[in-house]
């Protein structure tokens, strides 16, 4: 009988994007090595998207081996795209662990915005959205965030020659759950050794923690805040949304005039008029009053019905209706037509499609 020894290294290869500037200068001099060469680095795992240390050329090759030796720089790749009918377009990105998320692209006139996940599923269980009928498998590290822009930045040059303009953090989860990689991943996007973007194009979306509002606004933060109301009743709001349970819209006011009273940033409020359920003058007027907390806008989101739920959205002109009421009562309103619902990319609807077998 032959017995085949194999050998398994025991050392795990730290990801060199999860580390700071400061933590990486730190590891090259007890590598021995000289601690300018972290910015050197830095520049190619973050502004120039490399995925190979032997991309990184003006480093020796004595020095890329020991990076080999001791990291790995773990990318997200486009597994899949389409393009709707309006010219979204909606990928599913691999993970290097298996695991599948989804971020689009959706192309305006006047803008490039790329929508993207910041978790693997949501744990949140929004009655409306078809990512919330999914279990949340893990946070996404900021580099996976990161990645998802770079590619969808790279899909708008090459398919509409546009550069990207905007970001929103509206893809699956909730991005105020995994806020430590949201903050990391939005402060790379900005930083003028990573995408240079400026922070006012950023919008991060949540479902509403009003612990994780405040600590935004402590952090006093530059990008723009939207809070995906739906409803400004807490029994209708509970009944959609069970994180209100928790965080009730008292708690919610009282969160965002502390948000405001740190950033100064208006906040948009996202609501979508459901059929028969949120969609009356006396809905309108709520809003309108949870509107007086803060400074905001309402953006009116047009719903796309998902399969595992039985939610319509109302008709046009009661929409119309709504927002009118809320223009007459002062409050900055839009409604917003929804975007690639051909293929599954609008608000709501982004959730892996499992195969039966
Ligand atoms: S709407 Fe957002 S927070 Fe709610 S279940 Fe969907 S992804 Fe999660």
């Not at 546009?162 to 900005?190: D, F, H, Q």
């Not at 209100?244 to 906040?267: C, D, G, H, M």
């Amino acid at each position: 009988m032959t017995y085949l020894c194999i050998v398994l290294s025991t050392t795990k290869l730290i990801d060199i994007r999860s580390l700071s500037l400061e933590q990486l200068k730190d590891k090259l001099v007890e590598m021995g090595e000289q601690g300018f060469r972290a910015k050197q680095i830095y520049e190619w795992i973050w502004q120039k998207s490399a995925i190979d240390f032997d991309q990184m050329s003006n480093l020796s090759k004595e020095l890329r081996e020991k990076l080999k030796a001791g990291f790995t720089i773990n990318f997200v790749k486009v597994k899949e795209s389409q393009v709707s009918s309006d010219k979204t377009i909606k990928s599913s990105f691999s993970l290097y662990d298996g695991n599948i998320i989804e971020g689009v692209l959706i192309p305006t006139p006047d803008r490039m915005t790329a929508c993207v996940s910041s978790q693997v599923g949501c744990s949140l269980t929004c009655k409306f959205c078809a990512t919330g009928y999914m279990d949340r498998k893990r946070n996404l590290n900021a580099d996976e965030i990161y990645d998802q822009v770079v590619l969808i930045s790279k899909q708008a040059e090459d398919n509409y020659g546009i550069p990207l303009s905007n970001i929103v953090y509206m893809g699956m989860g909730e991005p105020l759950l995994n806020y430590a990689n949201m903050m990391k991943s939005v402060e790379r996007i900005t930083a003028p050794d990573g995408l240079n973007m400026a922070a006012k194009r950023i919008t991060v979306s949540t479902a509403g923690i009003a612990k994780m509002i405040k600590k935004l606004g402590d952090d006093e933060v530059r990008f723009n805040l939207a809070l995906s109301l739906h409803a400004a009743n807490d029994s209708k709001r509970n009944e959609i949304m069970p994180i209100n349970e928790q965080n009730s819209l008292t708690a919610l006011a009282e969160a965002l005039r502390y948000y405001y009273s740190k950033t100064k940033n208006p906040v948009t409020f996202e609501y979508i008029v459901f059929h028969n359920f949120n969609d009356e003058l006396q809905d309108a007027k709520e809003l309108a009053r949870f509107c007086k907390h803060v400074p905001c806008k309402v953006n009116i989101i047009e719903y796309n019905p998902i399969s595992l739920a039985d939610f319509v959205n109302a008709e046009a002109d009661k929409i119309e209706t709504f927002a009118s009421y809320l223009r007459s009562q002062g409050v900055i309103t839009n409604v917003r037509r929804s975007r690639g619902k051909d293929i599954d990319a609008a608000c709501g609807q982004l959730a892996i499609k499992e195969k039966a077998n």
